[in-house]
């Protein structure tokens, strides 16, 4: 094991207190789904162990690994995603934040491997986009990994529904993954019940165009502003 950095241990504690956003906002189930991060500074991530539950996790149970997913601190081992984590961030180097979860609206579009279209205001917003399908590939290898990054590269959406599998979103920081994934399962859900009662149209590209646009550059508070 290495000395870790000072910024390690906020990374870890803030990659354990998100998790918590998972259950809230029912992302998960049991101990499936997994969030890590880039510990800023360094080549190194942290990542939830494997198979513990989320309330056994305390930061210190948080593993810290390299960009090729091999463990530097920690008692457990990493997330079996830990491969494709890394693979992200290694081809990346913009991601702060990984998410994983099989949340149950943005899955089932995922099993039938069909992206979600861009059909209300606030998809526009977050995603710019449809959420697109990535490729299925086994759990275990950084396969994963290239398929996040494949569908990902050049596309607004920081999200992807992995076929046959679930959830991937990546963020610039973890919060931010978070957030991508708690409204990726939001919007799914709603696009699905709006097709219940018959077909969903897609936004025309040039309101998503000025939806994301404003979202992304106007909306919230700003530094500078009177208010």
């Known amino acids: 094991m290495t000395a870790l950095p000072p910024a390690a241990e906020h990374t870890r504690a803030e990659v354990c207190a998100l998790h918590a956003e998972l259950l809230r906002w029912n992302l998960v189930t049991w101990t499936s789904g997994n969030i890590s991060a880039r510990i800023p500074g360094t080549d190194l991530i942290a990542i939830k162990p494997s198979g513990v539950t989320y309330d056994d996790l305390t930061p210190e149970s948080i593993v810290v690994c390299d960009l090729n997913g091999a463990v530097a601190e920690g008692r457990h081992a990493p997330s079996s995603d830990t491969d494709a984590h890394a693979y992200v961030y290694r081809a990346m180097p913009e991601v702060g934040g990984v998410v994983h979860t099989h949340s149950p609206y943005a899955t089932a579009w995922a099993a039938r491997n069909e992206p979600i279209p861009c059909a209300i205001t606030a998809m526009a917003d977050e995603f710019g986009d449809d959420i697109p399908v990535g490729p299925f590939a086994l759990i275990g290898g950084d396969d994963i990994g290239k398929g996040i990054v494949a569908t990902l590269s050049g596309h607004r959406s920081p999200a992807v529904l992995m076929s046959g599998h679930g959830v991937f979103t990546i963020g610039p920081d973890p919060k931010a993954a978070v957030k991508a994934a708690v409204m990726c399962e939001d919007v ?16 025309p590209q040039h309101h998503i165009d000025a939806l994301y646009d404003r979202y992304q550059n106007v909306y919230g508070q700003r530094r500078g502003t009177d208010s």
């Open 188 to 203: 799914a859900r709603t696009v699905h019940l709006a097709r219940q009662n018959g077909p969903v149209e897609r936004l």
